[in-house]
């Protein structure tokens, strides 16, 4: 279990853009790593992926919307968030596997992953 804190949450207005860290207390060089989002009313559902290399991966409609990268030398990952929309807000969660790699985009993304933070809030409003 990687102990991991997000942080960079927070109410912003549509149209502007919001970078969130997750701090890991682990060497992310050797953790796939992902951001998750929680609506209301939802599932969680995944957002990005990186490998420890630092390969990313997004769902198909997000490319563009969000950037997820890494921070080697502080053990952080990010994502970034551009041109928020309402339909952006959530609770926004970073997870860690105990594997380099992560899988192929799939609706079961979410149990690969075994460490999760508490999640940060972002509020987007029209």
């Known amino acids: 279990d990687v102990p991991l804190v997000e942080s960079g949450g927070g109410s912003v207005q549509s149209g502007g853009n919001v970078t969130l860290s997750c701090a890991a207390s682990?060497?992310?060089?050797?953790?796939?790593m992902g951001w998750f989002r929680q609506s209301p009313g939802k599932e969680r559902e995944a957002v990005a992926t990186m490998t420890g290399s630092g390969i990313p991966q997004y769902d198909d409609s997000a490319k563009g919307h969000f950037s997820i990268f890494k921070d080697y030398t502080k053990n952080i990952l990010y994502l970034r968030i551009n041109s928020l929309k309402p339909e952006d807000t959530g609770m926004y969660h970073c997870?860690?596997?105990?594997?380099?790699?992560?899988?192929?985009?799939?609706?079961?993304?979410?149990?690969?992953?075994?460490?999760w933070g508490q999640g940060t809030q972002v509020t987007v409003s029209s």
């Open positions: 682990g060497l992310i060089s050797l953790l796939c």
């Open positions: 997870a860690a596997a105990q594997y380099r790699t992560c899988p192929s985009w799939s609706v079961n993304l979410r149990s690969y992953f075994d460490s």
